[in-house]
């Protein structure tokens, strides 16, 4: 079966530091990967998706950077952190229909 | 790109009455319109989806409706129970490529 894995859960950074959030996939090949950011009481904005290794796309101008350096890893960047950073990371996969999130991660910068 | 949009953001319903949320969309190519209940702290999860090639679809107690002409899909919930109090988002993709979520409903089930 297929699982997706992200990490840290939570996570408290000063302004100005660099971030690296990582997820992986397993189970499955040449999955679509997503990043998407949930601000507190509002929807989820997708801000990267790919479609292959290499291949980044990025949906709305921002500090942040993603990579795919593997099918199956997905790492979302910043190389500093601004206050309007924080909020809840989800990264997701899809083979096409059904999208599966990760636990999600809960940046604080301070 | 597709723009999708929900309403209303915030839904208290007695329990045992229907809950209603309604989204529109902007991209007529758009062919997949699947729900996703995400409980307080933890991950969106869907619940329920639909193709542009029916009109409803049904699953117990939750259904979707879909509108191609106008453009907006529904989700209803009947019956409702307090494990329904949750948010709910709405998307919208076209050949499921990329999904564009509508901005959620706050879903509370008064017992």
């Known amino acids: 079966s297929q699982t997706i894995h992200q990490w840290p859960a939570t996570l408290v950074q000063p302004v100005g530091s660099p971030l690296s959030l990582e997820c992986t996939v397993e189970?499955?090949?040449?999955?679509?990967l997503y990043w998407y950011r949930q601000a507190a009481g509002r929807g989820l904005q997708l801000l990267f998706y790919s479609v292959g290794i290499g291949q980044i796309s990025s949906e709305v101008p921002q500090n942040l950077s993603a990579s795919r350096p593997q099918d199956r890893q997905f790492i979302l960047s910043s190389k500093k952190l601004l206050l309007s950073d924080s909020g809840f990371y989800l990264c997701?996969?899809?083979?096409?229909?059904?999208?599966?999130f990760g636990q999600g991660t809960r940046l604080t910068v301070v | 790109g597709e723009n999708v949009e929900q309403h209303p953001s915030t839904l208290s319903v007695q329990e045992g009455d229907s809950a209603v949320i309604k989204c529109t969309y902007s991209?007529?190519?758009?062919?997949?319109f699947p729900w996703y209940k995400q409980e307080l702290g933890k991950r969106p999860q869907l619940i329920i989806d639909i193709r542009s090639n029916v009109g409803e679809k049904k699953d117990q107690r939750i259904a979707v409706t879909l509108n191609k002409t106008a453009k907006h899909f529904s989700l209803h919930i009947t019956e409702t129970q307090p494990e329904d109090s949750a948010v709910y988002f709405c998307a919208a993709t076209h050949n499921d490529y990329k999904l564009s979520f509508g901005a959620g409903t706050t879903v509370t089930v008064r017992a």
């Open positions: 189970g499955t090949s040449n999955p679509n």
């Open positions: 991209d007529s190519a758009s062919n997949y």
């Open positions: 997701a996969w899809s083979l096409g229909t059904e999208a599966f």
